[in-house]
């Protein structure tokens, strides 16, 4: 990029970025995620960095967020509200001992970590042991006034607690920091009466409470459910708190609610243990948090570090990793999968998002495409979270240069040619009708290989494309009649792998019918589906044979699915696949009649490692006996199986619903 068009996109991104600004902190609306608007504004200090004669005084990197709302009065904070630099890995975490180590040698190895709550930031100020004053955050040098507001709310003591141990805070002035949160809960609640009533819904439960903490009417704060959360204590002399771990101790006692969270910690892998260990049992908590605050211990060494910026050298906050980030869409193109279905592509500028690169999302399909208006060229924000695929959200349209090109769905299949059709009007997806279609042929192979499907170990994406590309294979079934020889003499196969391949392969030819149903790649059967199927027809046959009517007598199968199976039979291509199946032997077993549905409607989680199995076949054995694998406790979990080392969450939540807790030993029983 040159200078002009950098010129060019930093003033779009100015422009941008504080469009949102004044939405999220004058009118208390989020038109962005707050992770899409950071995606941009590192675009736009990237800019900067490079060409630092486009860094204006009224860039949004230069800015201090939170000006004073008209109505409340301003109010000066004795100690300066900071915000804390962001840290994203254990290096960085590191990096920050490490510069302290520099200015403090032997400083003594002391960390506070707590929650980072989202919420906003209030000081109380309390004098002889009386609420005095509540004030935000505001550009951290002057907050509104909202002492109103905070005394309607509950968590906040009007007046510390008189039987307190540590009576001396009970005389002059006592300032307590902390964050107003509202509970997720109580958030949902709340946008559900909103919908009853008709009114426009909230973003989420951060810009609700900081939009009520800013009403000019105290009886509407006290209607909304808001908590008060302590993380910091401040003296006229600092002395009176050595450390955090103090603080917390007399903030508790004075009456306030802090994060039961809080540890002091000794190393940076305590500090990473306690980081990853959240990260999970995070959205469990009754409010949204975003990262753990990290402090040093010794407060007197805080303040004597110092602030660089707008951020303390004492402390930092481990950010997890978003899940939303701007790109640009470089390309679009059509992917045709195992059941023909033509979805729709971006190619993207590789970006990071939740610690991986992402270089393509999906679009869904055309309509979709149209709806969102997602051109070629545009900038994006795209989403992806934990193992799903990641998707683009919605284009920024403010962004746009006149450049960007409108995607034209084609009519034929890119890959075989073939003309693409849509099996029904209200279909959303145009589909590749050519069951020989390259694409669909590797697909299907890859998908009756996969770890849920017949897991035959060594025929990954790479292999079978090999094999196909040498004309080796041409549909599942061509896999069983493979040769050592043949695999062997192609370029990625050694002996030893081509054996092992071939004998992978081989241990495959009587699987159980629901991995086999479900590796046939059938449209809408998914894992548990074929599950749910097998336990009911017990043979392949009898599925085969089933009408819309019997398949839909199955628990949880519906005319969609019904359908869609009696289709799959009654295609020629599958009937021959079928055949050919049959006459290299290789067929599911029946379920067998004594054992099957013994689990029938029973649904089981496992937390912590098991001894005798993995959990995978722990999974797979109760499924077989059609019971349910979850993956976390709902009121509907009837078994939680505790193994060694079981998350701490899960024990609990079974706890607070009933759920029967059991071990090992009595899950075998249950198998057996
Ligand atoms: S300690 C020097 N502890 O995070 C600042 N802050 O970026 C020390 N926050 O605006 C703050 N939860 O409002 C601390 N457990 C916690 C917190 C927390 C949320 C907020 C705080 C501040 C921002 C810092």
Redesign the pocket.
């Known amino acids: 990029m040159n200078l002009n068009q950098a010129r060019e996109r930093a003033n779009k991104l100015k422009d941008l970025i504080n469009d949102y600004r004044y939405h999220y902190h004058v009118l208390n609306e989020s038109i962005i995620s707050d992770e899409a608007a950071d995606s941009l504004k590192h675009e736009l200090a990237q800019l900067e960095e490079q060409y630092p004669e486009l860094i204006t005084p009224d860039s949004p990197t230069q800015r201090v967020a939170g000006a004073v709302l008209p109505g409340f009065s301003e109010v000066r904070h004795t100690t300066r ?4 630099n962001d840290v994203f890995s254990e290096e960085e975490v590191e990096a920050w001992v490490k510069r302290i180590e520099k200015a403090a040698p032997d400083f003594k190895k002391e960390y506070f970590a ?8 209030c000081a109380l100020i309390y004098n002889d042991g009386l609420l005095e004053r509540g004030v935000t ?1 505001g550009d951290g040098y002057v907050g509104e006034d909202i002492t109103l507001n905070v005394r309607t709310m509950d968590s906040i003591p009007l007046s510390l607690r008189a039987a307190t141990k540590y009576q001396s805070f009970l005389k002059g002035r006592t300032e307590v ?1 902390g ?1 107003i949160v509202m509970y997720k809960a109580d958030f949902e609640r709340l946008n559900e009466e909103r919908q009853k009533l008709g009114q426009p819904l909230f973003a989420n439960p951060r810009n609700t409470a900081a939009g009520t903490i800013r009403q000019l009417d105290p009886g509407l704060v006290a209607s909304r459910p808001l908590h008060f959360r302590a ?2 204590l401040l003296r006229d002399n600092q002395a009176e708190v050595a450390t955090n771990s103090f603080a917390y101790q007399v903030l508790a006692d004075l009456g306030f609610s802090t ?1 039961h969270a ?1 540890k002091l910690l000794n190393s940076v892998s305590q500090i990473m243990d306690f980081v990853n260990g959240w990260e999970h049992k995070r959205k469990n908590l009754e409010f949204n948090t975003d990262g753990i ?1 990290v ?1 040093l211990n010794d407060r007197q060494l805080f303040d004597k570090l110092g602030v660089a910026g707008k ?2 050298r004492g ?1 930092i ?1 481990f950010k997890y990793a978003a899940e939303q980030a701007t790109t640009i869409v470089r390309d679009i193109f059509v992917s045709i999968g195992r059941t023909g279905t033509a979805t729709p592509v971006a190619v993207l500028e590789p970006v990071v998002i939740a610690g991986s690169t992402v270089q393509m999302a999906t679009l869904h399909n055309e309509a979709e495409i149209k709806r969102k208006d997602i051109r070629i060229g545009d900038s994006v924000i795209v989403h992806k979270a934990g193992d799903i695929i990641p998707e683009v959200v919605e284009p920024l349209v403010k962004l746009r240069t006149g450049k960007e090109r409108v995607f034209e769905m084609p009519s034929l299949c890119p890959i075989c040619g073939s003309k693409l059709v849509k099996l029904k009007a209200e279909d959303a997806a145009w589909r590749c009708p050519n069951p020989n279609c390259p694409s669909r042929t590797w697909k299907q192979i890859q998908h009756y290989a996969s770890k849920e499907a017949l897991d035959i170990e060594g025929l990954g994406e790479k292999n079978i494309i090999a094999l196909l590309d040498k004309g080796l294979i041409k549909d599942p079934a061509d896999i069983y009649s493979l040769k050592t020889e043949q695999v062997m003499s192609l370029e990625r196969f050694a002996s030893v792998s081509a054996s092992k391949l071939i004998e992978a392969i081989s241990t495959k030819v009587h699987p159980s019918l629901s991995r086999f149903l479900y590796g046939l790649g059938i449209r809408h059967i998914g894992a548990q589906t074929a599950i749910d199927l097998a336990n009911h027809f017990k043979t392949f046959e009898a599925i085969m044979d089933a009408t819309v009517e019997d398949l839909t007598n199955v628990e949880g199968v519906g005319e969609v699915v019904a359908e869609a199976v009696v289709e799959y039979f009654a295609e020629p291509v599958n009937r021959r696949l079928l055949e050919k199946f049959k006459h290299l032997g290789v067929w599911p077993e029946p379920v067998k009649q004594s054992q099957a549905g013994k689990l029938n409607g029973m649904n089981f989680v496992i937390t912590g490692t098991l001894e005798g199995l993995s959990r995978e076949a722990a999974a797979d054995k109760i499924r077989a006996l059609g019971g349910r694998f979850q993956t976390s406790i709902a009121k509907d979990t009837d078994y939680l199986v505790i193994g060694n080392n079981p998350g701490t969450s899960k024990v609990e939540q079974a706890r607070k619903l009933g759920t029967n807790a059991i071990d090992e030993r009595a899950l075998s029983q249950l198998l057996d």
């Not at 509200?81 to 804390?84: I, K, N």
């Not at 707590?114 to 930031?121: E, Q, R, T």
């Open positions: 509200m900071l915000s804390l707590d929650i980072k709550m989202d919420g906003l930031a955050r920091r964050e993380y910091d994060n809080a605050v402090k951020a303390p402390a906050a």
